[in-house]
């Protein structure tokens, strides 16, 4: 049962108002959404309409103490601006938004026309169609920002890519694994200092939705340009993770991994594919062994014998890491079947 409030803060009905997206005498329902950590996203009903507003939070809803400058709600703004001149089926519609608040609306995609791509994923239904359509918006979005100064100026935001990506990922767990805490603390320097293209930052399937004209992509609170290869092995990683829990589907997971590389690559040609894909391999195992001893697990793997075989495969390629990412993936799945305390 939806859980409506009819009298939701006072600063929130007022931005409706002062944006002029509902008048002040309408009657209004808030349904808060769940699914993010970082942001509280409500469902705004409206006479005749439904809208989406957001807002960010200084301190994320998970367990570790993980503290975020809100200011990164002007910049997934700025993102989505930048996104719908190039992709407008891609994301959704910007309406209003209040920097000073922290506030911004947009559309609101029906669940029902819109699934969530991990509910598909965790389900067992894996579409090399939908696979290659999310390469291909990376890759476009991608393109369409490289070398760009002015992207490069608006989106100066190490300072929040830190804090959001690298730091509760990559240097959280190079405190948990001294053994290769020098390679991971160069991955972050060298990410940190590489300025490409703009970077969505969250590129995973909870953040993409499956729509009639193609993904629909979500929540770029961590926007940044800097290195396109986090975007991709990023959203690479959950396609390796979801074969924990679905080792059945295991085969498609790894055929939808293959159909995402080539058709982001087809739109990628803004640098020699062997050094992007180079960056994009070391990083790979990196956010793998994140989302496992970071400061944001995945909640799907629980399983301490499933988090251990992530980590005997991970460190070795930390170590003497990879240039390509299919091999990496095929390594993997090799490593799941050959592990005999795998579920069946």
């Not at 996104?83 to 609306?105: K, T």
Request: net charge negative.
């Amino acid at each position: 049962m939806a859980n409506y409030q009819m009298n939701p803060e006072p600063e929130l009905q007022a931005f409706l108002v002062n944006q002029g997206l509902a008048r002040a005498d309408e009657p209004t329902r808030w349904e808060p959404l769940t699914g993010g950590v970082s942001s509280d996203i409500w469902r705004v009903e409206l006479p005749g309409r439904t809208i989406c507003v957001k807002r960010a939070l200084a301190k994320l809803k998970v367990s570790a103490d993980w503290q975020a400058p809100v200011t990164r709600n002007a910049y997934e703004w700025a993102w989505i601006q930048f996104a719908v001149q190039h992709c407008p089926d891609n994301v959704p519609r910007p309406l209003a938004h209040d920097p000073q608040a922290g506030l911004f609306a947009m559309s609101f995609l029906a669940p029902e026309e819109h699934p969530v791509w991990k509910q598909q994923l965790m389900a067992g239904e894996v579409s090399l169609r939908t696979a290659t359509a999310v390469g291909q918006l990376i890759g476009r979005l991608h393109q369409a920002s490289a070398g760009s100064t002015e992207l490069a100026a608006k989106f100066d935001t190490t300072a929040n890519f830190r804090a959001l990506r690298l730091d509760p990922y990559l240097v959280a767990t190079s405190e948990r694994h001294p053994e290769v805490g020098m390679q991971l603390q160069a991955l972050v320097e060298r990410t940190a200092g590489t300025r490409k293209a703009l970077v969505h930052g969250d590129v995973s399937p909870k953040n993409i939705l499956v729509g009639p004209r193609g993904p629909v992509l979500l929540d770029a609170e961590c926007a940044w340009f800097g290195d396109p290869a986090f975007d991709l092995a990023f959203c690479l990683n959950h396609m390796l993770l979801k074969c924990l829990p679905r080792p059945d589907r295991g085969r498609e997971l790894l055929a939808a991994f293959e159909a995402l590389v080539e058709a982001y690559f087809e739109e990628a040609n803004w640098e020699p594919r062997q050094e992007l894909e180079e960056r994009g391999a070391q990083l790979l195992p990196a956010l793998l062994l994140a989302r496992i001893d970071g400061k944001s697990p995945v909640e799907y793997v629980t399983q301490e014998h499933h988090k251990e075989l992530v980590r005997t495969f991970t460190i070795p390629l930390l170590l003497e890491p990879g240039k390509r990412l299919v091999p990496i993936a095929q390594e993997w799945n090799h490593a799941i079947a050959n592990n005999s305390s795998m579920d069946p």
